[in-house]
């Protein structure tokens, strides 16, 4: 990695990276969990990979080692095929019942 | 040709036919596959024939090896192919009544729309049979042993339409089961004694003292196996009802072959029965036992088949009183007339029953010797020889064992000579009432076609010239079979017949006298007869006993079969009903009630399931960190 890039990472402390990434990580998890619009799920989805996706190239630079930021980009990839099926199912999900509210998929019940 | 190559023809052939048959049952008219199947078991024979007249007897034998079969550990027991005289012999019998067997079935089964089917099992019963005899070791013979069991099952349940026959074909089996076991653990005590299986091997090992208890054992366990498949007491029952199959197939599995497999294997491992003299002692009453009780039920049945069955029975009994003795080329002798005139006699009855249109109660025959011609003479000579008259084949077979009773005691040829006058009497009873006195029946007696006829001369041609086969010295001849058996690795310690020419002579003519004198008066009981003694419900208790099988049957469902049954029932009752099935279900419910505990948890709420999941992700994260 360019050695300008490592330093301007490294120009932030690395407590700052790991809280803002927890940060964004639990906003995910909340709305996630919390929210009921299929299309905020899928994006609160995308915000707990993006805060995985800065702890890993944080961590890269500050141990000097590549490999984390091409594991970045293997997720990247996974996200962009699992975003395609996640659309997909929104689009079915608007024909089928009319409507994004996952509470609306309560049919799979014992 | 090769000569291994041609011994391993000779089994491969039949089989090659039931693989054929059997794959294209649907599509062969009973004719062509008959053709087919009779076209290779007629090329086994003349492989045999040529692997005979290349053998040379000096070199006492050969093991044709075809492949490493188990070797595993100490147990190495190749797959391979004995030749010597004793399995020659039995390879001509085999091949050689087979093919007439097969021969003759082309013309019995014609109108038979399973035919195909049928041709099919009986080239793999001349397979496996042909595996039993050739076999170089026991688990070789094994497999021929159990092979000729299914197809004799399979072939008395032929006809699987009708329930007696089908129960037939299970009693059967399962006689044979019973057998089977005994020859099994035979096999396992002769491995842990000598580490082989190998027949030449164990032949050569078997040095031991006499008397020795595991070796007495192993025999007796052979023995049980023998008489499984011999069909001797306690055992014999299967063997009469075995006569629901086709006619055929009494004549090649139930007279000629498959029960000669027990005397095989005793001559075949007579070096070690030769250890155990105890052994012998119990063959040699088990046989005598056999020969009478099975003669005098012979007496009374009705059934043309029946009284052939019971007869072969008595037959195998005569075998086992000479293998009892160490007579084992007198023993092997009489299997190969008997082979010959038990056939014909089978094939003859077939060929009445087909006359008749499936008729079997010689009750509804008589007269028949005028409308069926060839019949009635070959079916004459069947039984003149079965019956021992003069230079007939049975006569030298059944005199030399007679002889060789004598040898024993005397009483031992008293009981034989009976067992040998009762055999003349019911055959000639059989022969009287079927043949002469007036037609009884409704059906229009008519000839057999020539591939039925065609057989049944030969064997009767056989059946009167056999006896050369063995002549004795007696009559000029030098025992010619004797001395080819005896080359056999096996065959060193033949028992030897020492009685005087004048003895011998006395010996033939009181039997023949007393022969000729049962004739009479068979002829003078039955040849005129127009009607038949009535129920058994008259005759008086021990003749009723008798007719009755002696109540053998009734013996072992009352000893077996209805304690078995009882057992069942009550099983089904207490166990079954009160322990296994609560138990049982009692496990289905339990997984149920919890299941509907648990499945509430199951909302279908996303928002939940979500929830749900983050929690457990978290709890097991925390375990993880506190854990370390």
Redesign the interface.
């Known amino acids: 990695m360019d050695q300008g890039i490592i330093t301007a990472i490294r120009i932030v402390p690395l407590e700052h990276y790991i809280v803002l990434s927890f940060l964004l990580f639990s906003i995910g998890?909340a709305g996630?969990?919390?929210r009921?619009n299929t299309i905020i799920i899928l994006m609160c989805l995308e915000l707990m990979f993006n805060s995985v996706n800065l702890l890993l190239t944080a961590f890269s630079a500050y141990h000097s080692d590549p490999r984390a930021q091409v594991f970045v980009f293997f997720i990247m990839l996974v996200a962009a095929a699992e975003v395609t099926v996640g659309l997909a199912i929104l689009v079915m999900m608007k024909r089928n019942v009319d409507s994004v509210d996952?509470?609306q998929?309560?049919?799979?019940?014992? | 040709m090769n000569s291994d190559l041609l011994a391993i023809l000779v089994p491969v052939l039949p089989l090659v036919g039931a693989i054929i048959l059997a794959a294209m049952r649907r599509k062969l008219s009973a004719t062509i596959a008959g053709s087919l199947a009779t076209a290779l078991i007629a090329s086994s024979f003349v492989a045999s024939i040529v692997l005979f007249l290349g053998f040379d007897a000096s070199t006492g034998g050969r093991t044709v090896q075809i492949l490493d079969w188990i070797n595993v550990g100490g147990m190495n027991i190749p797959l391979a192919l004995r030749i010597d005289a004793l399995s020659l012999t039995m390879m001509l019998i085999v091949t050689g009544i087979g093919s007439l067997i097969h021969l003759y079935s082309i013309g019995y089964m014609h109108d038979d729309e399973r035919a195909p089917t049928f041709f099919a099992q009986l080239n793999l019963f001349s397979f496996a049979m042909l595996m039993l005899v050739m076999g170089s070791n026991f688990l070789i013979t094994f497999i021929g042993w159990e092979g000729v069991g299914l197809c004799s099952y399979l072939l008395i349940g032929f006809w699987y339409t009708k329930p007696d026959y089908n129960y037939a074909a299970r009693k059967a089996f399962v006689m044979n089961r019973i057998g089977d076991v005994g020859m099994v653990l035979g096999m396992v005590l002769l491995f842990q004694r000598f580490g082989t299986l190998e027949y030449a091997s164990i032949m050569d090992m078997a040095t031991g003292g006499m008397d020795d208890p595991l070796m007495i054992a192993a025999t007796l366990f052979l023995f049980i196996g023998a008489t499984g498949k011999s069909a001797q007491l306690p055992l014999f029952t299967w063997l009469p009802d075995a006569m629901a199959g086709p006619t055929p197939v009494s004549a090649l599995i139930h007279a000629a072959t498959m029960v000669t497999a027990g005397i095989f294997l005793i001559v075949r491992s007579s070096v070690l029965f030769e250890l155990a003299p105890f052994t012998k002692d119990i063959i040699l009453w088990t046989g005598t036992a056999t020969a009478l009780i099975a003669a005098s039920v012979g007496l009374f049945q009705n059934d043309i088949k029946k009284v052939l069955a019971y007869s072969t029975v008595s037959q195998l009994g005569y075998m086992f009183v000479a293998l009892g003795m160490g007579a084992y080329s007198a023993a092997m002798f009489h299997v190969t007339t008997h082979a010959f005139f038990k056939a014909l006699l089978f094939l003859g009855a077939g060929s009445v029953i087909h006359a008749l249109g499936g008729e079997q109660d010689i009750r509804k025959m008589g007269g028949l010797k005028g409308s069926i011609k060839i019949t009635f003479i070959t079916f004459f000579v069947g039984t003149i020889a079965i019956s021992g008259l003069p230079l007939m084949s049975g006569f030298f077979s059944k005199d030399l064992i007679m002889a060789y009773g004598f040898q024993r005691s005397p009483v031992l040829f008293g009981l034989l000579l009976f067992g040998a006058l009762l055999t003349t009497f019911y055959m000639f009873r059989l022969l009287f009432l079927v043949f002469y006195g007036t037609y009884r029946g409704k059906a229009h007696p008519h000839e057999s076609p020539l591939t039925m006829t065609v057989p049944l001369m030969i064997l009767a041609v056989l059946s009167v010239i056999g006896g050369l086969l063995d002549l004795p010295h007696l009559f000029g001849g030098h025992e010619p079979m004797k001395h080819f058996l005896e080359t056999a690795a096996e065959a060193i310690r033949y028992e030897n017949l020492e009685l005087s020419a004048s003895t011998e002579w006395v010996l033939m003519g009181l039997t023949t006298v007393l022969v000729f004198a049962t004739i009479a008066f068979a002829f003078g009981r039955f040849a005129k007869r127009t009607t038949l003694e009535g129920a058994e419900a008259d005759m008086p208790f021990f003749k009723r006993l008798i007719a009755q099988r002696w109540r053998l049957d009734e013996l072992y469902a009352a000893l077996f079969e209805r304690p078995y049954g009882w057992l069942s029932t009550h099983l089904f009752s207490t166990v079954e009903r009160r322990l296994m099935v609560p138990v049982m279900n009692g496990v289905g419910e339990a997984a149920l009630a919890m299941g509907a505990v648990v499945r509430k948890l199951q909302t279908g709420n996303t928002s939940f399931h979500l929830l749900a999941m983050l929690f457990g992700m978290i709890i097991f994260l925390l375990i993880t960190l506190l854990s370390n």
């Open positions: 998890v996630v969990v919390f009921r996952v509470n998929l309560n049919r799979l019940k014992g």
